[in-house]
């Protein structure tokens, strides 16, 4: 029998032939200890979907990264916050008695929550639950403040920015809601303002669109006056962000950065290079998060991060957009992020990203944020909306869902986890079978599991799952072969009183990379000589230029097809038969070893 190696051809042994071997690509157990630490099944892996702390923002799971194994690619509709998935709560919008639709601002005063009007009269109406707006009354008592710019309590009194058609822009304080107010004529025009109270002190900031300028103003010891502290050149959007503090320095934010903001307001962060007209800021954690362009930064007093949304892979084209709004507590800090078809809202928890609720319709963007538990200390997250008159809010946004007394559920929502190849996503395999734990499931309650092959959007559905355990067989039941999957989940419940619960989703799979081959045959080095008409030792030369090449060389034998190969091993018995000056060429035999690298 005869092989070529090399472009030479070598005759074997008498007798014998090619010996060829798969190379053992895996060891019985693949994994003995995996990315999750769990112990594999002998000849199959599973990836455990339990786990999503790590929140929003991975497309594809990274080669040995354990912490993106708990990441989510995108989702919608579906609380993610906790350590079981339920679809995410209903908004609840609110009847405006008489109708309204002008709703502009917050008013907390005392123990009551009321809605502000931003043009015509300065009307307050005050919410009471579940789902009205109404009762309402005069800030101040005159029909001619009106086009509130700002509103603000301050312990039992209330400070109004607004325009007095009969003078001009002012600032009002009333001892009470519908009180007589005492008032002080600013002198410019404004088109948006924001105040606070920070330690006892009263703050504003209004823009003058028409001098482009942000006035910065500190009220009297009584509320009853303010002198202006600074003036700066700007040119700002559709809203001013608020002033928030941390307790000692407070700080306003402009396009051309954060300001702290005392007597002699002073840039603490420039943000002049990358301007953003809309500004959002909100405290959280006792540091400072604001929005620029696409981004969430923290502040921490002395140094700045990244803490947006948009690390990692970022998010869905349908989910980027920007922050219009946030609102924070000692749990989450909330943002409204507008997205091109629909506005999300976003939690952060210091640490990750999740996704919490839509907003009802398409097109609405979110101007305002606010937690109150005002008036009956029950939580909840008001929206008042930039382009809609009905504003509403989101029942129990602290707690988790399935302890909450009251939760009423959206009816379908979606979550989607990154494409997972099983630490060899270079390599195909065949996807088994996927295992459930759910819960709440039955009745309307169910849950579709969809995937997506090789980078593909996760649209094939696999099938319906409608009790909590339950397995489903890929290809039924011979599996599908690919590089990687993605998971997708949609979870569906027409009683809006109940929701499916995701808790868990074990996936089986076996990475099986394509076999290679070894070769083992013995050559006859005088065979070899005397079929090739060549020297014994140009034949050994030939076998040790073989095995010293470090590139691959090409190898074939009979009908089959070239491979190409590497010498792995080459042991021979060599002798010499004749011992004269003119006979020294050894012959004998050599066995070789032969390895597909590729």
């Known amino acids: 029998m005869r092989v070529c190696l090399n472009g030479m051809n070598f005759e074997l042994l008498a007798e014998t032939g090619v010996t060829r071997s798969p190379m053992q690509e895996w060891s019985e157990q693949i994994r003995t200890d995996g990315n999750q630490q769990r112990k594999d099944r002998v000849f199959i892996s599973s990836w455990s979907i339990d786990d999503w702390s790590g929140g929003l923002g991975v497309n594809e799971v990274k080669v040995g990264s354990t912490a993106n194994l708990k990441r989510i690619w995108d989702a919608e509709n579906v609380d993610t916050r906790f350590d079981q998935m339920v679809l995410s709560p209903e908004f609840n919008t609110c009847t405006i008695v008489p109708s309204n639709a002008s709703i502009q601002h917050f008013l907390q005063y005392l123990t009551e929550l009321y809605l502000v009007t931003g043009s015509g009269a300065n ?30 309590a301050i312990g039992n009194k209330i400070g109004m920015l607004y325009y007095n058609s009969g003078e001009g822009f002012e600032y009002a304080r009333v001892n009470r809601l519908s009180g007589v107010p005492s008032r002080t004529l600013l002198t410019p025009t404004f088109s948006h303002a924001e105040m606070a109270v920070v330690g006892g002190t009263l703050l504003a900031m209004a823009y003058d669109q028409t001098s482009k300028n942000a006035h910065f103003y500190i ?31 407070a700080y306003a934010q402009l396009p051309e950065g954060v300001y702290d903001f005392d007597n002699t307001p002073n840039q603490v962060i420039s943000t002049s290079r990358s301007q953003d007209k809309n500004n959002v800021q909100t405290m959280y954690g006792n540091k400072l998060y604001f929005k620029n362009k696409q981004s969430l930064l923290g502040y921490d007093g002395v140094d700045i991060a990244n803490v947006g949304y948009d690390r990692n892979d970022g998010l869905p084209s349908d989910k980027m957009g920007e922050i219009t709004a946030m609102a924070s507590s000692w749990k989450f800090n909330f943002a409204a992020v507008h ?11 210091g640490a990750a990203w999740q996704y919490y609720a839509r907003v009802p319709s398409p097109g609405l963007w979110v101007k305002k944020m606010l937690l109150s538990d005002a008036p009956d200390a029950i939580d909840r997250l008001w929206l008042i909306y930039g382009n809609y008159q009905f504003p509403g809010y989101f029942l129990n946004p602290m707690v988790n869902p399935l302890q909450a007394a009251t939760y009423s559920h959206v009816p379908t929502g979606h979550v989607t986890f990154p494409a997972y190849g099983g630490d060899m996503p270079e390599e195909s395999g065949a996807y088994f079978r996927e295992k459930y734990n759910f819960s709440g499931m039955g009745g309307s309650n169910i849950i579709t599991a969809q995937y997506g092959l090789n980078g593909a959007a996760a649209v094939t559905t696999l099938g319906v799952v ?11 039941p011979y599996g599908v072969e690919a590089s990687k999957i993605m998971p997708k989940y949609i979870l569906a419940g027409a009683n809006s009183g109940t929701t499916p619960i995701f808790k868990q989703a074990v996936i089986e799979y076996l990475k099986d990379p394509d ?23 140009a034949v050994i030369g030939s076998l040790n230029y073989a095995l010293d090449k470090k590139t691959m060389m090409p190898f074939w034998y009979g009908q089959m097809g070239t491979r190409h190969v590497k010498v792995l091993d080459m042991p021979s018995g060599e002798e010499v038969k004749i011992q004269t000056p003119l006979e020294q060429q050894r012959e004998g035999l050599v066995q070789v070893r032969l390895v597909e690298v590729l």
């Open 339 to 349: 997205g091109p078809t629909y506005s999300h809202i976003l939690s952060y928890d």
């Open 466 to 476: 409608a009790t909590n355990e339950y397995t489903h067989l890929f290809g039924s």
């Open 515 to 537: 076999k290679r081959s070894i070769f083992d045959f013995t050559v006859d080095i005088d065979a070899t000589s005397q079929f090739g008409r060549t020297s014994k030792e």
């Open 219 to 249: 009220a009297s010891d009584d509320f009853a006056a303010f002198t202006a502290v600074a003036t700066l050149p700007t040119t700002i959007g559709s809203y001013l962000a608020e002033i928030v503090d941390d307790g000692i320095t």
């Open 123 to 152: 009307m307050a109406y005050k919410f009471t639950a579940p789902f009205t707006i109404g009762s309402f009354s005069h800030v101040a008592t005159h029909p001619n403040y009106g086009n509130v710019r700002a509103v603000k």
